[in-house]
């Protein structure tokens, strides 16, 4: 079935950087364009970009440029998220999604990665 | 970008009412606005696409309506199981946003 699995939670210092991996699984990973949302604690889904997985031409939402990086690694089927200069409120659940049928419909969904900036 | 006013945030009905949440676009977007569900510790959830389409294996109490920049999503009858927030999200021109989210607990 089509999955997406992410990597297991984070503990980073400020200032550290951390790179999250998102593989699928289940389908032919360049067909669909694969998105990136961040839920702070207790808080709502803020979509970060998304990433085109035919060209790697990633795209960011307001609020997440310079320090968040999306990239591919199709051999592997894999999408990376990285963070640098990690700050306090940079605390949050991180999810890649796939859009599966064009029009931002999301899903499947990672099962989120919690990435903790704590000194 | 597009703001996305949804309401109410939370609310609080006996199993078997029926449920209505709204979401506000700032802008006409058509009929490009999705539906999740997201239970605690969880990942969101497809439920709604296109405004009023039911995606595959979800209940048929679930459903959707609107166009332009007004949209409703119902439940028809509360289960327990529904306990969870729910966030409307829109398409357009490549950017998407989300609704800030409405919680629905059981009185």
């Known amino acids: 079935q089509v999955q997406l699995v992410q990597s297991g939670s984070e503990l980073k210092k400020p200032g550290a950087s951390v790179k999250v991996s998102c593989k699928a699984s289940g389908y032919t990973f360049t067909n669909y364009a694969m998105n990136w949302v961040r839920q702070a604690p207790g808080q709502g889904l803020e979509w970060m970009g998304w990433i085109d997985t035919n060209t790697g031409k990633p795209a960011y939402a307001q609020g997440f440029t310079g320090r968040f990086v999306f990239s591919l690694d199709t051999s592997v089927s894999t999408a990376y998220l990285q963070i640098s200069s990690l700050k306090a409120d940079d605390t949050a659940v991180y999810y890649c999604a796939t859009d599966c049928c064009g029009a931002a419909r999301f899903d499947p969904w990672g099962q989120g990665t919690l990435v903790t900036v704590s000194s | 970008d597009i703001q996305m006013t949804q309401s109410p945030s939370s609310l609080s009905a006996s199993v078997g009412d029926r449920v209505t949440i709204t979401c506000q676009a700032s802008?006409?977007?058509?009929?490009?606005l999705n539906w999740y569900q997201q239970k605690p510790g969880k990942a969101p959830k497809l439920l709604i696409y296109d405004a009023s389409n039911l995606e595959t294996g979800v209940p048929s109490r679930f459903s959707g309506s609107g166009s332009g920049t007004d949209f409703t999503f119902t439940i028809s009858s509360l289960q327990p199981e529904d306990i969870a927030t729910y966030y409307c999200q829109q398409y357009d021109n490549l950017r998407v946003t989300f609704g800030g989210g409405t919680k629905v607990e059981i009185k």
């Open positions: 802008q006409d977007i058509s009929i490009y």
